[in-house]
């Protein structure tokens, strides 16, 4: 089996960034795309400590949010979960190997970052020098918009937008569970999962948002962060920042109505309802 890219459907029919082991041992050779997108997932599953994990195939494969109508059963939820474990898996050159049937990786939490920063590079090899590229969710620019920067909504759960970055040749991915859910029995059931626990995510986070020049690995981290929540994401960021310098800042929107405004940002809130919280 030749190694496959990112851009050539890489992983499994039906959906380009799941794949699910049929064999013990099963591996699977990565193109470069894919590789350099898996090693950084790989990276970022062990700097979380599995709060984002790259083999929560699993799980996202039983829940299946888009089309389900209620949770799956408790026992079920407890067998997946057991073969979900970003320490499981073995990246050997540019081979992933999984040592047990039912092991997978799922990708799709970085499709459209993976997706946005190729746009971006494509673009400037033919010479663009200002654009916004919005992939819903995730929004990158090129250039300063003569010097002024671009202005990036934030979405607020409730409708509208709760604040605006300014930014320029950066982007900006939000993370948040009111786009894609389900409701049984009166709860919601969104499509961000907390890989450790088996269930969507449950933390005190509405949303995430992460900028940075690397749009891949702000969809990465934001996906993190609304897992881990604020008090964690803090205490992250500052050591995420350690090891990639392209993350620029973070602003997390908390459900007691805090907007925690991390690193260098031009951010300016717009809802009085919100307390700014500036976090050094």
């Known amino acids: 089996m030749e190694g496959v890219s990112l851009a050539e459907n890489l992983l499994g029919e039906g959906n380009p960034y799941l794949f699910l082991a049929r064999e013990d041992g099963e591996s699977l050779p990565l193109g470069a795309d894919a590789l350099k997108t898996v090693s950084l997932a790989l990276r970022i599953s062990e700097i979380t400590d599995g709060a984002f994990d790259v083999t929560v195939a699993p799980l996202s494969s039983l829940w299946n949010v888009k089309e389900a109508t209620e949770p799956p059963a408790s026992e079920e939820i407890v067998r997946a979960k057991d073969f979900v474990g970003y ?167 908390t459900d007691s109505h805090e907007v925690l405004v991390l690193g260098n940002l031009d951010f300016s809130l717009l809802d009085s309802r919100y307390d700014r919280i500036n976090v050094s």
């Open 87 to 253: 320490q499981q898996v073995i990246l050997d050159g540019n081979t992933i190997v999984f040592p047990r049937a039912g092991m997978g990786i799922d990708l799709g939490a970085v499709g459209k970052g993976f997706a946005a920063d190729a746009a971006c590079a494509k673009l400037r090899e033919t010479g663009v020098s200002e654009a916004v590229l919005n992939f819903g969710g995730n929004v990158s620019v090129l250039g300063n918009k003569n010097g002024v920067g671009y202005q990036i909504g934030i979405r607020n759960p409730d409708g509208g937008v709760f604040g605006k970055i300014t930014v320029s040749d950066l982007s900006v991915v939000t993370s948040g569970g009111y786009e894609r859910f389900f409701e049984y029995h009166g709860k919601k059931y969104h499509h961000i999962l907390d890989p450790r626990t088996g269930y969507p995510s449950e933390s005190d986070l509405l949303s995430a948002t992460v900028v940075s020049s690397d749009s891949m690995l702000a969809d990465m981290v934001s996906t993190a962060f609304f897992v881990c929540g604020s008090e964690r994401s803090c205490a992250l960021f500052t050591e995420l920042c350690k090891e990639y310098p392209s993350l620029t800042g973070a602003v997390l929107l």
